[in-house]
Each structure stands twice: as structure tokens, then as C-alpha cells.
């Protein structure tokens, strides 16, 4: 049974500062990985999907890496700003339905 | 821009009731999946549907769920008779092919 994992669970930093978020999975045998954010009460809005034969995905100040065959990616968000305060959530897809398998989330703290 | 949208966005209803939620996709989409987020926890999947047919669900959708799409735009979500436990944000998503899932804003199912 496939098991996400996001690392570190939250996550303060100063405006400005680039960071780093981390998702693992247990099971390498993804169709793709997507990240995801929330806002609070709030639905989830796509951020960057990644296929599973692709390494990276670029959009505006975010990149998202896959490494498949460790069971590893992460996003990079470039000069944060407050508005970036939000939980990420990356999930990845297996399965003949596409079911989105989903991590616990990353809850970011942007301080101006 | 197109999106999902979800009705109600709240709902309350007493244990033992039944209640529909309901969500319409986006136009040319072509699978359609419900999620759903107790308080707290990860989002979890329920089911996707394709070409008018559940193409897989998870252990949560029990007996006491159903999931239909009764003309061209709608997808409800029926749960037959609700418990404490079904309390939760109910999420509806769809996709134009196995790739990008776009999410609703949320029905959020409180049962008393």
C-alpha cells in the first residue's frame, strides 16, 4: 500500500528566504506526482504536476523534482513572500483510477 | 477559467440521514473522483468514475455510499445513512485524462 510522507510538518520562515519541501513515497511504481496547496477551510488548488518519466517542472518561482526510483521529490519555492503561507500537499498517482494518494502536508508560515 | 464547483459548501444533518452532495465538473472533463478530509488528517480517496462507471474505490466506500452522474454537467456523491464518522470536508476533483486533477472548493458534512 503506497505511503506518502512530507517532511518537515511545518515550517516558519522570513520573507525572501528560498526553501525546500520534502515528499517521499513507498512505492515507485507512480504514474505521477502532484503538488498541491491549501489554504485554510479551503479547497486544493494544482500547483505543478510531474510525470513519471519527467525529472522537474518549472512554473513561476516554484520547481518540483521527481527522483522515481528513490521514492523522492521536492519543491523548491524561490524568494518567498507571505502570500505563500499555506499547507502543500503532494500526492502521487497510481492505480487504474488515478487515485490520488496524498502526504500529510507541509504547513508554511511566510513572516514579512 | 473553468472550474469545479460544489453544492453546498456546508451541510448539517442528523446521523441516520441521507444526504447528496453535489459537484459539477469541469466541461470536457472526462474523470471524476471524490476525496474527502477529516479534520486534521490527510485527504483520502473514495472513488473515480469514467465512462459512467466506478473504476475504483477504496476501502471507505462502503455500501453506504454511491456515486452517480444523472445528466451531462452533474456528479453527486450519496451517502444512504450518515454516521458521527462521515463528519469531514468532501472534496470532488476531475481530470481531462489521467493527469492533472483539478479540485472543487469543498462540502463540508457535518453529522450530529
Known amino acids: 500500500k503506497q505511503e506518502v510522507t512530507q517532511i518537515p510538518a511545518a515550517l516558519s520562515v522570513p520573507e525572501g528566504e528560498n526553501l525546500v519541501l520534502n515528499c517521499s513515497f513507498t512505492?515507485?511504481?507512480?504514474?505521477?506526482l502532484q503538488w498541491f496547496r491549501q489554504d485554510p477551510g479551503k479547497g486544493l488548488t494544482s500547483l505543478l504536476l510531474?510525470?513519471?518519466?519527467?525529472r522537474e517542472q518549472t512554473s513561476g518561482r516554484l520547481n518540483a523534482s521527481l527522483d522515481k526510483s528513490s521514492g523522492r521529490s521536492t519543491l523548491y519555492i524561490a524568494a518567498s513572500q507571505p502570500g505563500d503561507s499555506a499547507t502543500y500537499l503532494c500526492?502521487?498517482?497510481?492505480?487504474?483510477?488515478?487515485?490520488?494518494?496524498f502526504g500529510g502536508g507541509t504547513r508554511l508560515m511566510v513572516k514579512p | 477559467e473553468p472550474e469545479v464547483t460544489q453544492t453546498p459548501s456546508h451541510q448539517v444533518t442528523q446521523m441516520g440521514q441521507e444526504v447528496i452532495l453535489r459537484c459539477v465538473p469541469i466541461?470536457?472533463?472526462?474523470?471524476f473522483y471524490w476525496y474527502r478530509q477529516i479534520l486534521g488528517q490527510k485527504v483520502e480517496f473514495l472513488v473515480s468514475?469514467?465512462?459512467?462507471?466506478?473504476?475504483?474505490k477504496s476501502e471507505i466506500f462502503d455500501d453506504q455510499f454511491s456515486v452517480e452522474r444523472p445528466d451531462g454537467s452533474n456528479f453527486t456523491l450519496k451517502i444512504r445513512s450518515t454516521k458521527l464518522e462521515d463528519s469531514a470536508m468532501y472534496f470532488c476533483?476531475?481530470?481531462?485524462?489521467?493527469?492533472?486533477?483539478?479540485f472543487g472548493p469543498g462540502t463540508r458534512l457535518t453529522v450530529l
Open positions: 476533483a476531475s481530470s481531462e485524462w489521467a493527469d492533472t486533477q483539478y
Open positions: 512505492d515507485s511504481a507512480i504514474y505521477n
Open positions: 510531474i510525470q513519471s518519466s519527467q
Open positions: 500526492a502521487v498517482v497510481g492505480g487504474a483510477g488515478n487515485m490520488l494518494t
Open positions: 466541461s470536457n472533463h472526462l474523470y
Open positions: 468514475f469514467y465512462n459512467n462507471e466506478i473504476s475504483e
